[in-house]
């Protein structure tokens, strides 16, 4: 009889485990020029953050070098970068254990493509294994509309075509999720050729669904949701969390394209949606859910203050807030 209900727990324990959805959930994170000498007051808001967050694998932005991660991550993140001394805004992959990190490379690294990968801020692809599946993580971070808008869009618009072609040449068929900083919103140009891999995809809303890559931020626009801009607003933040819908923020975005315009004097509404996330077709289906963290710890204290040099990034001010963009975030589950 002992042994009989034994087995029966035994088989109810099975059952229940098989059962379990098995999740993955993956952010990505401008952290405004994060180098291993930032003050104590915005490492506790970044680690705040980052716990809060509670991602399995997190793509950043925007890092120095590894030691700037490392002194912000707990140790059960392994870390993929690819580290140049001479770059300040490079791009890493963190993975929590269990999931783990099986190779990482640079996909664009010749100066070739400098144009359209600013100096040695290239795409980074990491192979992740989780759930006994092989995942590719593209990482990345586009040229900045800094120095005008229409004048850098076919930067951008040219990284988006090679990463279209990268994928179709070299990761047909896998599990592959694009995340990053694109500079632009899910209504421009850029994210619309990867939407439909198609170089002569037009800026705008679209009218049809995603045929080659799933952009999951795409409901986060529709609501004025952004991740860029907050800080201004919420830097004095009394409660725990805010309201990300920043009215007309979409409309603004669209307003402004292919025009020559002052940003400062002629932009009214700043707030944007630049981080996001898109999976291959194959994933579409196992997403389950989309935010943004709206935490008081991401946007409360003072900004830092960088500027660029002959000599690398020099910092008149040393801040205490997170950054100036918020981590957006998926849930995938199988």
């Known amino acids: 009889m002992l042994h009989t209900i034994k087995l029966t727990i035994i088989f ?19 952290i405004y020029f994060l180098d291993d000498g930032i003050s104590s007051e915005r490492k506790h808001n970044l680690q705040t953050v980052i716990r809060e967050l509670d991602a399995d ?45 099986k190779s990482y490379s640079y996909i664009f690294p010749d100066t070739l493509f400098d144009d359209a990968f600013p100096r040695t801020r290239d795409l ?4 992740v294994e989780a759930f006994d599946r092989d995942f590719y993580f593209l990482v990345h971070h586009f ?24 994928i179709r040449r070299n990761l047909a068929g896998q599990n592959v999720i694009l995340l990053g900083d694109f500079n632009d919103n899910p209504d421009d140009r850029t994210l619309n050729i990867l939407e439909y891999g198609s170089s002569d995809a037009p800026a705008g809303i679209d009218e049809v669904e995603d045929t080659f890559l799933y952009n999951t931020s795409e409901a986060l626009v529709e609501m004025d949701y952004c991740s860029w801009g907050y800080n201004y607003h919420f830097n004095e933040i009394q409660g725990d969390t805010f309201d990300l819908a920043i ?7 669209n ?16 707030e944007i949606l630049f981080d996001q996330i898109l999976v291959s077709m194959n994933l579409k289906s196992f997403v389950k859910k989309i935010g943004i963290l709206n935490t008081a710890s991401a946007v409360q204290g003072t900004p830092s203050k960088a500027r660029f040099t002959d ?9 205490s807030f997170a950054s100036d963009h918020l981590p957006v975030w998926v849930l995938i589950e199988f």
């Not at 059952?15 to 990505?28: C, D």
């Not at 694998?57 to 700037?68: C, R, T, W």
């Not at 980074?124 to 192979?127: A, C, I, S, T």
């Open 57 to 101: 694998v997190i793509a950043f932005q925007e890092i120095k070098n590894p030691a700037a991660l490392e002194n912000i991550l707990t140790p059960n993140y392994g870390i993929a970068m690819i580290d140049d001394s001479a770059e300040v805004q490079e791009v890493a992959l963190a993975v929590r254990i269990p999931f783990g990190i």
């Open 143 to 166: 040229k900045s509309r800094s120095g005008g808008r229409r004048q850098t869009d076919e930067r951008r618009n040219s990284a988006s075509i090679l990463i279209v072609k990268h």
């Open 311 to 319: 000599y690398g990034v020099e910092y008149p001010r040393r801040g």
């Open 12 to 30: 109810a324990l099975f059952l229940f485990f098989s059962l379990v959805a098995q999740s993955l959930k993956i952010a990505t994170y401008n």
């Open 247 to 253: 009215a007309g923020s979409r409309a603004e975005n």
């Open 255 to 270: 307003k402004w394209r292919d025009r020559d315009y002052d940003y400062w004097k002629d932009v009214t509404i700043k």
């Open 124 to 127: 980074l692809q990491v192979e």
